[in-house]
């Protein structure tokens, strides 16, 4: 894993970056992306946006979701602790929660399924 630092209007954020496949894991602000060249976008109908993924490796702290809760972009849905810090990963987009593959206590590798979304 590697990290950045971005910039936004004055703003300096800490960016995780994971190289995997094609693209990469980008994650901020609790919001975790796959990213991938335009050419070679996923034609998966389980695209990362119906996918919450562990950004880093870590323990759960707290699991929010819960299946079939409707919910809406950037509600908290999962905590994560990682390097003594904790980390909220939000929802991506709205949508109702379809599953739950995750328990507080419990640890986790970076990019595993943590929430998937309805489609």
Do not use: N
């Amino acid at each position: 894993m590697s990290w950045i630092r971005v910039d936004v209007q004055g703003t300096s954020l800490p960016v995780a970056l994971v190289r995997s496949g094609r693209g990469a894991w980008v994650s901020v602000r609790g919001l975790t992306r796959y990213v991938t060249p335009e050419a070679a976008a996923p034609s998966d109908p389980r695209s990362p946006e119906r996918d919450l993924r562990a950004p880093m490796t870590g323990r759960v702290v707290t699991v929010s979701a819960i299946v079939g809760l409707s919910v809406r972009a950037r509600d908290t849905l999962v905590v994560l602790e990682a390097m003594k810090m904790e980390y909220r990963l939000t929802a991506p987009r709205d949508g109702v929660i379809e599953a739950v593959s995750c328990a507080e206590g419990e640890r986790v590798d970076l990019g595993r399924v943590l929430v998937t979304l309805a489609p």
